[in-house]
């Protein structure tokens, strides 16, 4: 996850850069999550790096344990954002949740936290199907942008409260073949 983890930093570098110009550190006006999931086609894992505001998981889990939550004091915190995250951020393949392995977590400030996870789908070219509903029971406008890299391309998903239909369906594979290149002889 080395290469995932210098990309998404540079974004969160220049998403912090821009957060803090627009007066972003003053107040939360908008509710947004952003994650990049990458299909590893050697590993067959999808990698996740989902980008949270600590302010916002923080409630989110004191919510949960009906207790104060400090990212930083808690002893058994990675264990309950692990949780949290296994609630929201699920893929299944058949109808089957796929598991999530928890890798680990950065605060980068006040403003920015990353949570790092992978799933690894039972065939590898696996079409999985998606939801990210994480912080929708804080906010109506709660907006989860999913950034997903496969040997597909790169599609974007966006998960929001009140949409009828929160799954969206991901190929993984190759692309499907069209059929033969039609050759031209002269």
């Given at each position: 996850?080395?290469?995932?983890?210098?990309?998404?930093?540079?974004?969160?570098?220049?998403l912090?850069?821009g957060?803090?110009?627009?007066?972003?550190?003053?107040?939360?006006?908008?509710?947004?999550?952003?994650?990049?999931?990458?299909?590893?086609?050697k590993?067959?894992?999808?990698?996740?790096?989902?980008r949270?505001?600590?302010?916002?998981?923080?409630?989110?889990?004191?919510?949960?344990?009906?207790a104060?939550?400090?990212?930083?004091?808690?002893?058994?915190?990675?264990?309950?954002?692990?949780?949290?995250?296994?609630?929201?951020?699920?893929?299944?393949?058949?109808?089957?949740a796929?598991?999530?392995?928890?890798?680990?977590?950065?605060?980068?400030?006040?403003?920015?936290?990353w949570?790092?996870?992978?799933?690894?789908?039972?065939?590898?070219?696996?079409?999985?199907?998606?939801?990210?509903s994480?912080?929708?029971?804080?906010?109506?406008?709660?907006?989860?942008?999913?950034?997903?890299?496969?040997?597909q391309?790169?599609?974007?998903?966006?998960?929001?409260?009140?949409?009828?239909?929160?799954?969206?369906?991901?190929?993984?594979?190759?692309?499907?073949?069209?059929?033969?290149?039609?050759?031209?002889?002269?």
């Amino acid at each position: 996850m080395t290469v995932l983890r210098r990309r998404v930093f540079a974004c969160a570098i220049v998403l912090a850069a821009g957060w803090s110009a627009a007066g972003g550190a003053q107040a939360h006006p908008f509710h947004a999550t952003f994650a990049e999931l990458r299909h590893n086609p050697k590993t067959h894992r999808l990698e996740v790096a989902l980008r949270v505001a600590p302010a916002d998981l923080e409630r989110a889990l004191r919510r949960r344990v009906r207790a104060p939550i400090s990212l930083e004091r808690r002893p058994d915190i990675d264990t309950l954002i692990e949780a949290y995250v296994r609630d929201v951020f699920v893929v299944q393949h058949n109808g089957s949740a796929v598991p999530l392995r928890w890798v680990g977590k950065e605060v980068l400030s006040h403003q920015i936290a990353w949570l790092y996870f992978e799933f690894l789908p039972p065939t590898a070219a696996a079409a999985v199907t998606l939801r990210n509903s994480a912080f929708f029971e804080l906010a109506s406008k709660q907006i989860n942008t999913v950034q997903v890299t496969s040997q597909q391309g790169t599609r974007t998903l966006t998960f929001s409260p009140g949409r009828r239909e929160q799954s969206r369906r991901v190929r993984l594979g190759p692309p499907k073949s069209r059929g033969p290149v039609p050759t031209v002889s002269g």
